[in-house]
């Protein structure tokens, strides 16, 4: 089985909304390069992007902090508005419509999400916001 690598505690992340961590990955050219992820929850159902726009490949939240729209419902890109379910990543609504999140396989394991079949990378000297790196754990089930 593929290790698992805890993201956060599922009570970290609200009912009806999503949150942004960055991870680190190695990087095509060696070194390691950031991972901006996004983890989304509908109920008990929680579901793993990239946070990378298909518009132009930014950050959803880097404009506003935000990644929900006014009304809480869906997933909004803060640079120009785009709309995507919660829980496919499907962009019903702004200048990609019809494109969608990049998928990442989340696996929830003994109350943690975690992420599953990926290469990641320390991200000791990355300099990132402590606020956005989780605490990554390794388990192997
Ligand atoms: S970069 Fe997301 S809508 Fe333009």
Known sequence: M??????????EVEDGGARGFV???PGEAGGTVPWPILVSRKGRNFYGFENACPHQGLRLDQASGEF????GNFLTCSHHGAQFDLDTGHCFAGPCQG????PIRLVVDDGDVCVSGVDL???????LPESDVPEVVITSD
């Open 68 to 71: 929900m729209d006014d009304a």
């Open 23 to 25: 991870l680190a990955r």
């Open 99 to 102: 494109k969608a999140l990049t």
């Open 2 to 11: 593929d290790e698992l690598f805890v993201i956060c505690a599922t009570h």
């Open 121 to 127: 990378a320390d991200e000791d000297g990355l300099d």
